[in-house]
């Protein structure tokens, strides 16, 4: 749906109504909804206006009132933040309703703090603990447990300690993301008394008092995100004060600004130096109007898909494929990934033969496990090139369950190496894409030690659950043919009593996985059971003897 000036005025309109339902115990239940529906349209003008939300960090809608312009704000750098770093639509829309839950709370409080007005006692206490109320108030309306209440439940502790005398390590890069906006937006939205930031300084000031890594580098992105689209800068043109509104190559867009208020548009390729300032406004042509004449040129932001690319995987796996040269002209479209697949293909070069081309790769790796080579490739393409707050993490075990597939082979059935591995790429893909804001540096585990599922790779990755059914639709679609794949999706979708031989296999991988990564005791009767079998089919005495030479291949296994 394309954003009208109407709309676009609305979005604002609602953040004022949303943040007034606390105020109203009979609109609890709809809060949450509120607050969704508000951050998908604040990601989706933003995908169309990125330069109209730009300038509203220099403005002050001054018929809003303080908490309202502080909350668009935050929803706008969040959304900018994670635009610039790649972020998925649903991973932008969970955290910026984890900002704009800030203040649901204290609309009120927030109000009269920067008015300059004294708070009673009780008032104080609810402005401390509004982000425990908040995350109070979330589970109540029955909202999933997830990334919001973890942000919100943090962060007021991660805004205090980005900065500060000690470098104290943050773990969580969503929280970092909000605690960002929360500083930057109060550093640059007016108050009494209180010095006012211009967004340069802004992000200036907290870079150089930032410790945290991910917190400088996400800064960096911001600021060339807002060079990118530069409005709000004022300027001066023919000794006229201006403000920016779009620029295309070397082409700027000019409001002539009189009486505080847009008169014109002004088109220049003249070089310009400005300086960004805060605009106390109630003009609506310039707050909301401006940015949709037909005189600027469109600017959208657009996201990210692998469809394409999945739909390759899909015809990798298909049958009608039986050679070599039909699987090197499936790949050849991804003329990035070649190197990678001559590099995936050494493993398999046990004569040291030198590689003359792609095809010849593949005639190493052998007809039966090419497909699934080629397969893993791309999937380690896509996942790498999908940006998260914990692609680190991610990587890095990912990184862990390949050395045990490689170790747990490596007496015997090395041949397997691909079959096994191949549908973990793609489980984690499928995880990155279908569930992104839930997936999360800690391990979930089930307290129930007599569930008749076995442990989900799912919970490696912090999720508690998932649609399953989302799941079988997409094995269904991208990897029918693959009998591993169907045994990795039996191991998530399955009871136990219902699983195979090789089925079992796959949940010996999982327990390794997690039982070699952390110190954690998930260990059942018929877990040390069925890997105990598995480990003897591979050659191994037991699972201690395993874990002894993984230390020994890696003394140390670092999860960031």
Request: include cysteine; aromatic fraction near 10%; proline fraction near 3%.
């Amino acid at each position: 749906m394309k954003v009208s000036p109407l709309q676009f005025k609305k979005l604002f309109e609602h953040s004022h109504q949303v943040l007034r339902l606390y105020y109203k115990k009979e609109k609890w239940a709809v809060i949450y909804p509120s607050i969704t529906q508000l951050a998908e349209r604040f990601v989706q003008c933003y995908s169309q206006q990125p330069n109209a939300l730009h300038a509203h960090l220099h403005f002050y809608a001054k018929e809003q009132g303080y908490t309202t312009n502080l909350i668009v704000n935050q929803a706008i750098l969040v959304t900018a933040m994670c635009h610039a770093l790649g972020y998925t639509k649903e991973l932008t829309e969970s955290l910026v309703i984890a900002a704009i839950a800030d203040q649901i709370c204290t609309s009120n409080e927030a109000n009269k703090l920067a008015a300059g007005q004294a708070l009673t006692e009780q008032a104080e206490r609810l402005v401390k603990n509004r982000h425990a109320l908040a995350v109070k108030m979330l589970n109540k309306g029955n909202v999933p447990t997830g990334q919001i209440q973890r942000v919100l439940a943090r962060l007021d502790k991660y805004a205090s300690a980005i900065t500060g005398v000690k470098a104290i390590p943050l773990y969580d890069n969503s929280s970092i993301i909000v605690a960002i906006s929360m500083r930057i937006a109060k550093a640059i939205t007016p108050r009494a008394r209180i010095k006012t930031f211009s967004i340069n300084q802004a992000i200036k000031s907290l870079y150089l008092s930032c410790y945290n890594e991910f917190a400088q580098n996400t800064l960096c992105q911001l600021a060339e995100q807002l060079n990118h689209y530069p409005a709000g800068l004022s300027v001066t043109y023919k000794g006229e004060q201006c403000v920016v509104l779009s620029r295309k190559e070397k082409i700027s867009y000019l409001a002539l600004i009189i009486d505080n208020k847009a008169r014109r548009i002004i088109k220049t390729s003249q070089p310009l130096i400005g300086d960004y300032r805060t605009r106390v406004t109630l003009d609506p042509i310039l707050l909301y109007k401006i940015w949709f004449n037909e005189q600027l040129p469109q600017t959208l932001v657009s996201d990210h898909t692998d469809k394409d690319c999945l739909e390759i995987i899909a015809k990798l796996g298909n049958t009608k494929y039986p050679d070599f040269k039909h699987l090197e002209k499936v790949v050849s479209s991804f003329g990035h990934v070649d190197q990678a697949l001559r590099v995936a293909a050494m493993q398999y070069n046990r004569q040291g033969q030198k590689a003359g081309s792609l095809r010849h790769s593949l005639t190493m790796v052998g007809l039966d496990t090419a497909a699934l080579l080629c397969q893993r490739v791309l999937l380690e393409t896509m996942i790498a090139n999908i940006s998260h707050p914990f692609a680190t993490d991610i990587a890095n075990k990912y990184a862990h369950i390949n050395k045990v597939i490689t170790l747990l082979i490596s007496k015997k059935h090395s041949e397997k190496f691909e079959f096994y591995l191949c549908p973990f790429a793609a489980f984690i893909y499928f995880l990155l894409q279908q569930h992104p804001e839930k997936v999360m540096r800690f391990i979930q585990l089930n307290d129930n030690e007599y569930a008749s599922k076995p442990f989900s790779i799912a919970q490696l990755f912090g999720l508690k659950e998932y649609q399953e059914s989302s799941l079988e639709e997409y094995v269904r679609h991208y990897f029918s043919e693959s009998f591993s794949h169907r045994a990795l999706l039996h191991t998530e979708t399955k009871s136990k009593s219902q699983l195979n031989d090789v089925d079992k296999e796959f949940i010996a991988i999982k327990y390794l996985a997690v039982s070699t990564l952390y110190e954690l005791d998930i260990e059942t009767e018929w877990q040390k059971q069925t890997t105990n079998e598995v480990l003897k089919l591979f050659d191994w005495q037991n699972i201690n003897e395993f874990k002894t030479e993984l230390l020994s291949l890696a003394p140390q296994c670092v999860i960031e």
